[in-house]
């Protein structure tokens, strides 16, 4: 049930303001998690995902998750070993993060409580008119890069956010991708409607003005990322970034070989060609078909638990599950069932496995003698149902749980707060990007991935809108049709949907880290 009105929801702050005289919210521990039993959690989740969202909040701050002067995100920042305080902020980011600080906002303009308990604890009231006014800024920084950088066609590729004007960062010269974009897209599309849901005219006039933008992409998107027969190419080289799309010597050639064909997140963009790349309907075929040899059918089989039938994974990281919080999968019931099964295997898993967490895709732990995080972590999930088997699983994150919360936020909050007790599991900035699982080393670093898919789990993601705006633009009827199409061929009868979610059973070990100071 969305809230279309304003004024129901000052009701709702009022209510909040008054119940505190100074109007300032009272300030949970930085260290709430273990002051949450389990049991607790379970029976009623919301206290803790009220002190949650006060955390992960902190991380909303300038220089640290995002720029006040351009609107645009940051990629996250580092923190210091022993305190907890922020040290070196990463510069740059993407089209990912972007998409999950857009993903936020909506719920901000929808009213959501939650989400101004987030942006805006001591003025709940405020958190609209804050995210109004950082996308108006937002939108002004996206149309002068389309204006330096032309060659883009609209979409971004990963640019340095710390000047005033983004530039590509120097890895990203002349190329752009088209995952990260698919994410932003689809969270613009439903930002858009959340804020013509509301009364307000300014808001209606940016909703317009984002709509510009996010069209402008649609009469470039096939031509910078579709190469004809169903090939979409994950990344682009670009021949002069500075030229526009149309000018005789631009051109763009996939790099390498790599398509973006998988059945995972990749699939936003595939969504965004196939409804909006002015594609003919044999191409739109050749779209799918080209996808449909990796989408496939797997039994997990493991201790006691199985065989429960899931979507084989890359790595069965939960990163992968991204497109369900952008678009309305979830409407079609064979969809919405093997994704349940896959929370159970995910859940289940760590307990048979006997690991204090769950994985996913993540930075590795700090080297405390200089600071630096040691590096990236792709292949984590489940090698057994997995395409790649070969997987590093030493560390664990808490935003390895955002999949499990859009089913059941008891039992994915369990197990977020099953690592946020490990210490220096939590920080200032809310969640700690990862632990080892023997206890030994943790990741002193806070990003928009490790921190805000589980807060946009929380707060449900945003089909609500996207399936209202594809409603109203004639989309969904095939949308479903295509989704449907494409896993009822491969999922029919499902094995293990009796099978519970599984509760952690093992706890990061203490091997002598000492928490973050600045955090108690
Ligand atoms: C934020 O970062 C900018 C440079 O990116 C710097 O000029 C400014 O002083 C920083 N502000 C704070 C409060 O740290
Ligand atoms: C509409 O939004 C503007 C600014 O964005 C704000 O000043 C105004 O109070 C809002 N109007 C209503 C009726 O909420
Ligand atoms: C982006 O730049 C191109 C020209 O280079 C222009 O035609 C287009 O209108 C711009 N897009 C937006 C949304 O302003
Ligand atoms: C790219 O295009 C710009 C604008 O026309 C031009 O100034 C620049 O020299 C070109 N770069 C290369 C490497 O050709
Ligand atoms: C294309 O590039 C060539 C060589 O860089 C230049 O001579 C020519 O004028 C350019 N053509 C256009 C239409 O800009
Ligand atoms: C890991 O680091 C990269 C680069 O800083 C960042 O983009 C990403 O969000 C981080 N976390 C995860 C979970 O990927
Ligand atoms: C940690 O940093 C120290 C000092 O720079 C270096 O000697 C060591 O090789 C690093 N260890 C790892 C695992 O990167
Ligand atoms: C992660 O760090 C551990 C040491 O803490 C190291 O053994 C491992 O190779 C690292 N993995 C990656 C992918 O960086
Ligand atoms: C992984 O996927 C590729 C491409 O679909 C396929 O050729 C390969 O057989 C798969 N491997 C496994 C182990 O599933």
Same mark, same amino acid.
């Given at each position: ?24 919210? /009272? ?16 029976? *009623? ?43 070196? /902020? ?68 990963? +640019? ?66 579709? /190469? ?42 595939? +969504?965004?060609?196939?409804? +909006?790349?002015?594609?003919? *309907? ?9 996808? !449909? ?43 919405? !069932? ?5 929370? !159970?295997? !995910? ?90 699982? *023997? ?52 999922? /029919? ?16 070990? *203490? ?10």
């Amino acid at each position: 049930m969305r809230v279309t009105q304003t004024s129901s929801l000052a009701l709702t702050w009022a209510a909040l303001a008054s119940a505190l005289p100074s109007g300032q919210a /009272k300030v949970p521990s930085c260290r709430f998690a273990s002051q949450h039993t389990q049991q607790q959690v379970l029976r *009623d989740p919301s206290n803790f995902i009220n002190d949650l969202l006060y955390w992960e909040g902190q991380f909303h701050q300038n220089n640290v998750s995002y720029n006040t002067a351009n609107g645009m995100s940051y990629d996250g920042t580092n923190i210091d070993w022993v305190t907890g305080e922020r040290t070196v /902020k990463h510069p740059f980011s993407a089209a990912s993060k972007e998409s999950l600080q857009v993903m936020l906002y909506t719920h901000a303009i929808a009213g959501s409580a939650e989400a101004a308990r987030f942006l805006s604890p001591n003025n709940p009231a405020a958190a609209p008119e804050m995210v109004v006014s950082i996308m108006e800024t937002k939108l002004q920084t996206y149309l002068r890069f389309n204006e330096t950088y032309p060659g883009f066609g609209g979409f971004l590729p990963w +640019f340095t956010s710390s000047t005033q004007d983004l530039t590509p960062t120097w890895d990203w010269v002349n190329r752009v991708p088209g995952l990260d974009n698919g994410e932003l897209l689809w969270a613009v599309y439903g930002f858009i409607q959340a804020l013509e849901n509301t009364n307000n005219a300014s808001y209606k006039e940016l909703a317009s003005k984002w709509q510009t933008w996010m069209d402008y992409t649609k009469t470039t998107a096939a031509q910078i990322f579709y /190469k004809g027969n169903g090939r979409v190419c994950s990344v682009i080289d670009i021949k002069n970034q500075s030229l526009p799309v149309n000018d005789p010597n631009q051109s763009y050639d996939c790099e390498g070989t790599g398509l973006l064909n998988d059945p995972y997140e990749g699939e936003l963009f595939t +969504f965004w060609l196939n409804f +909006f790349g002015g594609l003919s *309907d044999a191409d739109k075929k050749a779209l799918w078909a080209i996808k !449909r040899p990796q989408l496939v059918s797997v039994d997990y089989d493991m201790g006691n638990v199985g065989p429960v039938t899931v979507q084989k994974g890359y790595w069965f990281s939960s990163h992968e599950t991204w497109k369900v919080m952008e678009m309305p999968y979830y409407d079609v019931d064979i969809i919405r !069932r093997v994704y349940e099964n896959a929370e !159970r295997v !995910r859940t289940c898993n760590s307990v048979v496995t006997k690991v204090p967490g769950m994985f996913a895709s993540v930075n590795n732990s700090t080297n405390s003698s200089n600071g630096q995080v040691i590096g990236y972590i792709s292949n984590a999930g489940i090698p057994s149902i997995s395409n790649q088997t070969v997987q590093e699983l030493d560390v664990i994150t808490p935003y390895s749980v955002f999949p499990t919360i859009l089913f059941n936020k008891a039992v994915g909050l369990a197990w977020w707060r099953n690592m946020a007790i490990a210490k220096k599991g939590q920080n200032p900035y809310g969640s700690t990007e990862s632990t080892r699982v *023997d206890g030994t080393g943790a990741s002193a670093l806070v990003t928009w991935d490790s921190k805000i898919t589980t807060v946009n789990a929380i707060l449900g993601g945003v089909t609500e809108w996207t399936r209202q705006k594809m409603k109203s633009d004639g989309l969904y009827e095939e949308f479903i049709s295509i989704a449907t199409n494409e896993y009822s061929s491969v999922f /029919k009868d499902l094995k293990g949907e009796h099978v519970n979610f599984c509760l952690p059973e093992e706890t990061v070990p *203490d091997a002598g880290l000492e928490d973050f100071t600045l955090c108690v």
